[in-house]
């Protein structure tokens, strides 16, 4: 299989707070992973993508600054949320595409959500 | 530039009735096919993909979906619907042999009736 993780699950943190989501591929090498964001009855907005060694690439209208991204091996993909508040609050998912194919599979973490209060 | 349309948010059958979920695509190139199901809180899981070869995919859980060039659409059907499919229904698109990101539709929310 193609089995991604997220950590935390669940995340409550208070205005002005940084806060870490941590992104795994777990049986699979990944060059290239993605994060979205889904506001409630919405659908998956892509953030940025994220590729192992370099800077992530940021889609138009995603503060770099404030939403960090650390891709550091081929299996780990990080996103900080800095300073985070109230209106950051959502359900945030990342992907990972496998080492050695094209990109058209990409295989979903179960998300993260998170409540700034 | 890629876009997905997703026809009706919500879809509401009866259980053992037919499962019929809309998605139009646009696409410069040829295009690869996803849908995606949400459950309440979860990630999304892959049902199935269409990428070359024959039209007609099948999918996970009793899902297919049928990739038809002339009418730019990719609609998601099973013929009997379950409880257990009452979810969030995403249709998506990528541009083939890129490295391309996903382009998701709004999405179709399925209720399934006793």
């Known amino acids: 299989g193609a089995v991604v993780s997220q950590h935390p699950s669940r995340v409550i943190c208070k205005s002005g707070t940084s806060v870490k989501i941590e992104c795994r591929s777990l049986?699979?090498?990944?060059?290239?992973m993605f994060w979205y964001r889904q506001f409630p009855k919405k659908s998956l907005m892509l953030m940025a993508t994220?590729?192992?060694?370099?800077?992530?690439?940021?889609e138009q209208g995603v503060e770099k600054d404030k939403f960090l991204i650390n891709h550091a091996s081929l299996t780990l993909s990080t996103l900080t949320v800095t300073s985070a508040h109230p209106e950051d609050s959502s359900f945030y998912i990342c992907s990972a595409a496998r080492l050695g194919t094209y990109q058209e599979t990409q295989y979903f973490g179960p998300g993260t959500r998170l409540l700034v209060l | 530039a890629q876009s997905v349309t997703q026809l009706g948010s919500h879809v509401s059958v009866s259980e053992g009735a037919l499962v019929l979920l809309r998605c139009n695509y646009s696409s410069s190139v040829p295009p690869y096919l996803f849908w995606y199901v949400q459950y309440p809180n979860q990630g999304l899981q892959l049902l199935l993909k269409y990428t070359t070869g024959a039209t007609l995919v099948k999918g996970i859980n009793g899902f297919e979906a049928e990739f038809k060039k002339s009418e730019t659409s990719f609609h998601l059907t099973k013929p009997s619907a379950h409880m257990s499919d009452a979810a969030e229904y995403f249709c998506a698109v990528s541009a083939s042999g890129s490295q391309g990101n996903l382009i998701f539709g709004k999405g179709t929310k399925l209720s399934v009736k006793p």
């Open positions: 994220s590729n192992e060694g370099s800077k992530a690439t940021y």
């Open positions: 049986d699979f090498q990944a060059t290239t």
